[in-house]
């Protein structure tokens, strides 16, 4: 079983502070990571995707990749209370499918 | 990306009724995908619709209970059956047609099965 955790939270951050976000996984050969942020009432929204070791920026979003430690992470730079959401992690594994393996996801709140 | 028209966007059924679920891309796309979550877990993979050929259904999930259809390479419906409350949740279509090969998904239809 290819699996994807993530602490489930809720993670509480001040307005303006830094959040970090973390997913394992647990299949070696994955190699397309993805974050979604996901509303409460709403459908997942794709907000950074990662392939390559190292960081990737993207506005106030950072993706971290480390294979080696079959991690991967999100930070958000600045919250604000408009990124109170659940954040999914999603791991494309190894073997040909293109089909994601997403974890429970971790709900962030940012107070002012 | 594709923008996905999912309805309904909710309803409350009865037991032992079926719900259709419909979703409409507004481009062509080779694989759609259902998913189901429930309430604070992500999100189940139920099947992977193709254009001209039977579905294919993942682990705990059969055809009879969750038919499929994909008449084209635009549309898709799901088919909740003989529903129990056990299968009240939100059930989600999707593509891939996101950035870098992520995922888009349809809006959600919230099913309350009573």
Redesign the interface.
């Given at each position: 079983q290819k699996e994807v955790e993530q602490n489930?939270g809720p993670l509480s951050v001040p307005e303006g502070a830094i959040a970090s976000l973390n997913c394992t996984y647990s299949d070696r050969g994955s190699q397309?990571f993805?974050w979604?942020r996901q509303y409460s009432?709403?459908?997942?929204?794709?907000i950074m995707?990662i392939?390559s070791n190292g960081d990737k920026e993207d506005g106030r979003f950072t993706a971290q990749l480390n294979k080696a430690s079959q991690y991967v992470s999100l930070l958000i730079r600045d919250s604000q209370p408009s990124d109170s959401a659940t954040y999914?992690c999603?791991v494309?594994p190894s073997g040909g499918s293109?089909?994601?393996t997403?974890?429970?996801?971790t709900s962030l709140i940012v107070h002012p | 990306?594709a923008v996905i028209s999912q309805k309904p966007s909710r309803d409350i059924c009865q037991r032992g009724t079926s719900l259709t679920i419909q979703c409409q891309v507004d481009s062509q796309v080779t694989?759609m995908?259902w998913y189901r979550q429930q309430p604070?877990?992500?999100?189940t993979?139920i099947a992977?619709a193709n254009q001209g050929s039977e579905a294919t259904y993942e682990s705990g999930f059969v055809i009879d209970k969750f038919p499929i259809s994909r008449p084209n390479l635009t549309f898709s419906t799901l088919t909740v059956s003989n529903m129990s409350p056990e299968d009240s949740s939100i059930y989600?279509c999707s593509d891939?047609t996101?950035?870098?090969?992520?995922?888009?998904?349809?809006?959600?239809t919230?099913l309350t099965v009573v």
């Open positions: 489930s397309s993805f979604y009432g709403k459908s997942p929204e794709l995707s392939y999914l999603a494309i293109y089909i994601p997403f974890g429970r996801g | 990306s694989m995908f604070g877990q992500s999100l993979l992977t989600l891939t996101g950035a870098d090969y992520g995922y888009t998904f349809g809006s959600g919230r």
